[in-house]
Structure formats: structure tokens, C-alpha cells
T-cell receptor
Framework: SQTIHQWPATLVQPVGSPLSLECTVE??????LYWYRQAAGRGLQLLFY??????ISSEVPQNLSASRPQDRQFILSSKKLLLSDSGFYLC?????????????FGPGTRLTVL | GNSVTQMEGPVTLSEEAFLTINCTYT??????LFWYVQYPGEGLQLLLK?????DKGSNKGFEATYRKETTSFHLEKGSVQVSDSAVYFC?????????????FGGGTRLMVKP
């Protein structure tokens, strides 16, 4: 069966510090991968998605970036965090050619920028 | 473009009450429809799905019917429990979307009191 991991689970970082969040998927090949952010009490905002290694599409311009160095690894980064980067970050995957197109979510990383 | 509209919460119910969370959508293609549930501090879990008109998705006592004529996918449960307290997201995916991206509603928080 497929599983998705995110780490760290929680993170507290000062403004201006760098960020690296990691997401890995097990049990499937060539998945589509996604990064979402959820601000407190708010809905989901799609940040990035990837349909293959090295292929990244950005949905929202910001100081964040994403990379996919391996088929089942998706990394969210920032060189300098802002207060507004605080939130709950969710990684998700889906099958590339699944007609149902459901996405499966990881447990999330709660980021607090102070 | 695609969009999903959910009733705003929070929805507060007593245990064993009947639940309805309204969801309507706008889509250019023939979308699949989903309900996701997010328990406090966790990622999203797929609750149920429907892939074509008149399909009924069901899981854990929850049901939703894909109504193409009213472009709706309302979530219902006959008798809610305290453990159903969570945020519920309605979402759609257009089959022709090469990126397999989901469009989410804003989420509805359900609070069930004993």
C-alpha cells in the first residue's frame, strides 16, 4: 500500500531563516506531487505541483520554492522566511493517469515563524 | 474556470442529529467530486467520492449524491457523533486536467456536542 511522509511535524523558525520541508511517498511510481498551505482557520492554497522529476509548476508567486530531486521526493524551501509563511503545510500525491483524480495527503507540517 | 462553494460554518449539532453540509460547483468539463475530512492537527483524508452523475458516494455513515442538474454534492449523515467533529472540504477534479489538480471549497467546520 502507499504511504506519504512529511517531516518535520512541527517547526518554529525566526524571520529571515531558511526553510526545508520534505515529503516522500512510498509504494507507487511516478506520482503527481503537490504542496498546499493552510493558514489558521482557512482553506487550502495550492502552492506547487509536479508531474515528474525536475518538473515544478508554481501556482502562487511568493518567496517559497519547490524541488523534486527524486521520483517520490518533494521538497519545499525558502531562503528567508516571512511572518506570513506561518501555517500548516500539506503534501499530497495522486496517480498521474487516474480517472478519479483523488489526492492523498500527508500528516502535515505546522510551521510557526516568529 | 472551476469553483466549489460550501456553506460557511461552523455548524454546531447535538449528538445523533441529522447533518447536511451543502456543496455546489461550477466546472467546464465532467468533474469527479470528493469530500475530504480533516481532524484537528491532521492532514486531509478522503471521505467519499463520485465520478459521474447520479453516483452516490458513501463511507462511515456519510453519503453524497452527484447531482448534475443542480451541480451539487451535498454531504449528509443521519446521526452524527462527537467523533465526527472536524473540518469537511468539498472538492472537484476535472478529468481532462493534465495536472490532476483539485479545486477545493473553503471548508466547513462541524462541531458535535454530547
Amino acid at each position: 500500500s502507499q504511504t506519504i511522509h512529511q517531516w518535520p511535524a512541527t517547526l518554529v523558525q525566526p524571520v529571515g531563516s531558511p526553510l526545508s520541508l520534505e515529503c516522500t511517498v512510498e509504494g507507487t511510481s511516478n506520482p503527481n506531487l503537490y504542496w498546499y498551505r493552510q493558514a489558521a482557520g482557512r482553506g487550502l492554497q495550492l502552492l506547487f505541483y509536479s508531474v515528474g522529476i525536475g518538473q515544478i509548476s508554481s501556482e502562487v508567486p511568493q518567496n517559497l520554492s519547490a524541488s523534486r530531486p527524486q521520483d517520490r521526493q518533494f521538497i519545499l524551501s525558502s531562503k528567508k522566511l516571512l511572518l506570513s509563511d506561518s501555517g500548516f503545510y500539506l503534501c499530497a500525491w495522486s496517480l498521474g493517469h487516474n480517472s478519479y483524480n483523488e489526492q492523498f495527503f500527508g500528516p502535515g507540517t505546522r510551521l510557526t515563524v516568529l | 474556470g472551476n469553483s466549489v462553494t460550501q456553506m460557511e460554518g461552523p455548524v454546531t449539532l447535538s449528538e445523533e442529529a441529522f447533518l447536511t453540509i451543502n456543496c455546489t460547483y461550477t466546472a467546464t468539463g465532467y468533474p469527479s467530486l470528493f469530500w475530504y475530512v480533516q481532524y484537528p492537527g491532521e492532514g486531509l483524508q478522503l471521505l467519499l467520492k463520485a465520478t459521474k452523475a447520479d453516483d452516490k458516494g458513501s463511507n462511515k455513515g456519510f453519503e453524497a449524491t452527484y447531482r448534475k442538474e443542480t451541480t451539487s454534492f451535498h454531504l449528509e449523515k443521519g446521526s452524527v457523533q462527537v467523533s465526527d467533529s472536524a473540518v469537511y472540504f468539498c472538492a472537484l477534479s476535472d478529468y481532462n486536467n493534465a495536472g490532476n489538480m483539485l479545486t477545493f471549497g473553503g471548508g466547513t467546520r462541524l462541531m458535535v456536542k454530547p
